[in-house]
T-cell receptor, first 111, second 114 residues
Framework: SQQGEEDPQALSIQEGENATMNCSYK?????LQWYRQNSGRGLVHLIL?????REKHSGRLRVTLDTSKKSSSLLITASRAADTASYFC???????????FGSGTQLTVLP | DTAVSQTPKYLVTQMGNDKSIKCEQN?????MYWYKQDSKKFLKIMFS???????INETVPNRFSPKSPDKAHLNLHINSLELGDSAVYFC?????????????FGPGTRLLVL
């Protein structure tokens, strides 16, 4: 079964609005990562937050992590049509560095 | 140059056939992975491999086997293909140690079993 669940499954917003996606996971983690997947393409790493961090920023991205609730959120500010993609959270546990992915959020940004 | 390349990009084949998907990396990372993405976009780890160990997800049928001819390649062999094997298969690379824990994904191979 998937380690994480993401919500919403799909999100449609207007350009310029902010988009927030949430991710929940079940076990302890070393870190949590967010990836983007454009249609028909591979995944691209966006941002990594460690288990001892609570918030991290990268450009228009803001990620939070609440280990007590086993949840994370990804905020994309001032969205653009080019942000249209699927967004996945992934957790890393143990030394194998294997990623366990959430179910993904399909974001559509309307021009 | 693309860090991770996969061939073929598309693969259409009949049930029962044996096929291989190739993965090549040019970043010198020591760990390579295979993931399967189904029609609902669920991504699942299949294997992780470096020159020290192969870790297999226990749910992967033994019809699937990774083979690494050298550190830059990790190919995926699939025997006796079944309809349920239809999916997109992604190769990825990463490091097994240090603080750099992100992974780089290939473009995917879309497998359709008829």
């Amino acid at each position: 079964s998937q380690q994480g669940e993401e919500d919403p499954q799909a999100l449609s917003i207007q350009e310029g609005e902010n988009a927030t996606m949430n991710c929940s996971y079940k076990t302890s983690i070393n870190n949590l990562q967010w990836y983007r997947q454009n249609s028909g393409r591979g995944l691209v790493h966006l941002i990594l937050i460690r288990s001892n961090e609570r918030e991290k920023h990268s450009g228009r991205l803001r990620v939070t992590l609440d280990t007590s609730k086993k949840s994370s959120s990804l905020l994309i500010t001032a969205s653009r049509a080019a942000d249209t993609a699927s967004y996945f959270c992934a957790t890393v546990k143990g030394s194998a560095r294997q990623l366990t992915f959430g179910s993904g959020t399909q974001l559509t940004v309307l021009p | 140059d693309t860090a991770v390349s996969q061939t073929p990009k598309y693969l259409v084949t009949q049930m029962g056939n044996d096929k291989s998907i190739k993965c090549e990396q040019n970043l010198g990372h020591d760990t390579m992975y295979w993931y399967k993405q189904d029609s609902k976009k669920f991504l699942k780890i299949m294997f992780s491999y470096n020159n020290k160990e192969l870790i297999i997800n226990e749910t992967v049928p033994n019809r699937f086997s990774p083979k690494s001819p050298d550190k830059a390649h990790l190919n995926l062999h699939i025997n006796s293909l079944e309809l349920g094997d239809s999916a997109v298969y992604f190769c990825a690379i990463g490091t097994s140690g240090g603080l750099r824990e992100t992974q780089y994904f290939g473009p995917g191979t879309r497998l359709l079993v008829l």
